[in-house]
């Protein structure tokens, strides 16, 4: 069976998880007719979220400032962007694909270009990729950060990678916390859990597996928090698709 393939990036903190999207390539550009072993970048020598690609983790988070001057009633809403994460692990070429005002769409670039990431990497290689970015503003306004989801919708074919971008993405509409094991906090223990899972037509995370494991009770917390959740599914042409996706859960103590 084929699906199109979406990478979501979420950053865990311990019982909180903070949601940290790639955009789909300039007209005319072609996706990256890539074997699992040797993705291609595009035109300007940069990756789309494909196997064979790492995608980047968060690894220092900036919270958004919310505007002083928004009407209370104005605050709650989403701003979306695109932008390419470098091989130095900054946000550059920022672009609002989905606005929610001037001042909160200013607000969401300045916290992304004050996030750091762990850059994405091939073979082991830093280098740069396209990516999403979504953020929620709350109506009491409480703290928000940029949500990374890295999206190239791709269906596996024969040889390679055929385009099949999606129209929307997942959204995810409760994210379960993800907590600590009693053996990794008695032990101090930090570390990332990739979680691979399909999201099917009805927003239910199925067949979910770790594909980064980090041991201590971990990918069991992980893998529990991601079954606990519910999405939104991915739409194609006005219906919903099944969507593969990865799960980053970063659990870190503090």
Known sequence: MRYP???VSLLALCACVAWPQEPPPPAGDAAPNASLDKPRPDSEGIYFAVPGVIPPVVIERAPVEYPSDAAD???EGVTVLKLVVTEEGAATDIQVISSHGDAFDQAAIDALKRCKFD???VNGK???IHVFARVRFFAGRRETYPRILSQRGLGAGPGGFSTNRFDKPPVVTYLAPAVF???ARRAKYQGVV???TVIDEQG???DIKVVRSVGMGLDEKAIESVRKSRFLPAMKDGK???AQITIEVNFRLY
């Open 5 to 7: 393939v979406l990478i």
């Open 73 to 75: 009633s104005a605050v």
């Open 119 to 121: 850059p994405a990497t």
């Open 126 to 128: 830093p280098v740069p």
């Open 181 to 183: 094991s009693e053996k």
């Open 194 to 196: 990739l979680v691979s």
């Open 204 to 206: 239910n995370p199925t």
């Open 240 to 242: 919903p698709v099944a």
